[in-house]
T-cell receptor, first 110, second 112 residues
Framework: GIQVEQSPPDLILQEGANSTLRCNFS?????LQWFHQNPWGQLINLFY???GTKQNGRLSATTVATERYSLLYISSSQTTDSGVYFC????????????FGAGTRLAVHP | DGGITQSPKYLFRKEGQNVTLSCEQN?????MYWYRQDPGQGLRLIYY???????QKGDIAEGYSVSREKKESFPLTVTSAQKNPTAFYLC???????????FGQGTRLTVV
């Protein structure tokens, strides 16, 4: 069936470390987004990236649509990067709903 | 300010009462979405609307109802038929289905 899988489920880093979060999806997509959920529950848009590579400061993302995965890179992590990172996709083929993965919970310690 | 406004931020209701959560956007977006999030979990889609006067059920629509009479408004009613209504509810919108979606700040509903 249609699936969005994120890995790892949990990640603990020391401040300054780099990390890679992965999102696998089961079919071709019209939309792929990465979000950061802060401790107050707000979902912050990081990237809209159905294909290709984008960078925004210490964060970058790559989606390889033909191989059905996306990667989120966090470099020189800071304690404020802590929270949950979600991948969400909208599949092609007539599905008009944005489906979320289960998330990666990141804790960055000083 | 442009954006998506959900109100109230916190809501308490007694079991058996219907409650309506507000979602308003002034971004001129056609598509709007309602999600539910339980503690430590991801987001699950309740209902979505691609255009005014049209909406579709998501994955967990039972016990919920919506309306889309105006482009800027997509209220969600949690009915007494919803067995476990206590949750964090998030509303989102996008200029069209498939475009980048943006979220409101959410409403935490507690039913006692």
């Amino acid at each position: 069936g249609i699936q969005v899988e994120q890995s790892p489920p949990d990640l603990i880093l020391q401040e300054g470390a780099n990390s890679t979060l992965r999102c696998n999806f089961s079919d071709s997509v019209n939309n792929l987004q990465w979000f950061h959920q802060n401790p107050w529950g707000q979902l912050i848009n990081l990237f809209y990236i159905p294909s290709g590579t984008k960078q925004n400061g210490r964060l970058s993302a790559t989606t390889v649509a033909t191989e059905r995965y996306s990667l989120l890179y966090i470099s020189s992590s800071q304690t404020t990067d802590s929270g949950v990172y979600f991948c969400a996709v909208q599949f092609s083929g007539g599905y008009n709903k944005l489906i979320f993965g289960a998330g990666t919970r990141l804790a960055v310690h000083p | 300010d442009g954006g998506i406004t959900q109100s109230p931020k916190y809501l308490f209701r007694k079991e058996g009462q219907n409650v309506t959560l507000s979602c308003e956007q002034n971004l001129n977006h056609d598509a709007m979405y309602w999600y539910r999030q339980d503690p430590g979990q991801g987001l699950r889609l309740i209902y979505y609307s691609q255009i005014v006067n049209d909406f579709q059920k998501g994955d967990i629509a039972e016990g919920y109802s919506v309306s889309r009479e105006k482009k800027e408004s997509f209220p969600l009613t949690v009915t007494s038929a919803q067995k476990n209504p206590t949750a964090f509810y998030l509303c989102a919108s996008s200029i069209r289905a498939g475009a980048e979606a943006f979220f409101g700040q959410g409403t935490r509903l507690t039913v006692v």
